[in-house]
Nanobody, 128 residues
């Protein structure tokens, strides 16, 4: 029903920047929350950032707060993750996700693996 495709991953040196993009296609929804998650080998997939439909409310994991910025362009069905001051610890596969519905806050439900649609992931590698 919905396809999500991430792009923008790659290899970058510590301190560098990358911008991840996620395009949504297929079925459209009147409103949805969007999120970015990441996963490293041997670890659970974890929330990185999330954003509500209007973009007025965002959430960031403590580990990325102040360095990453999530944004969206609803007209283009796009969500972005601007990653600055990258650290080797940021190395992971990054996934975008979509959860239909109108949300005004990023509740606990939007910080976990409750999203309905997921992308295939894009690798981000930060070298020291």
């Amino acid at each position: 029903q919905v396809q999500l495709v991430e792009s923008g991953g790659g290899l970058v040196q510590a301190g560098g920047s990358l911008r991840l993009s996620c395009a949504a296609s297929g079925r459209t929804f009147s409103s949805s929350a969007r999120g970015w998650f990441r996963q490293t080998p041997g670890k659970e997939r974890e929330i990185v950032a999330a954003i509500t439909w209007s973009g007025a409310t965002t959430y960031y994991a403590d580990s990325v707060k102040g360095r990453f910025t999530i944004s969206r362009d609803n007209a283009k069905n796009m969500v972005y993750l601007q990653m600055n001051s990258l650290k080797p610890e940021d190395t992971a596969v990054y996934y975008c996700a979509l959860k239909p519905g109108l949300y005004t806050t990023v509740s606990a439900y939007l910080r976990g693996l409750t999203y309905d649609y997921w992308g295939q992931g894009t690798q981000v590698t930060v070298s020291s």
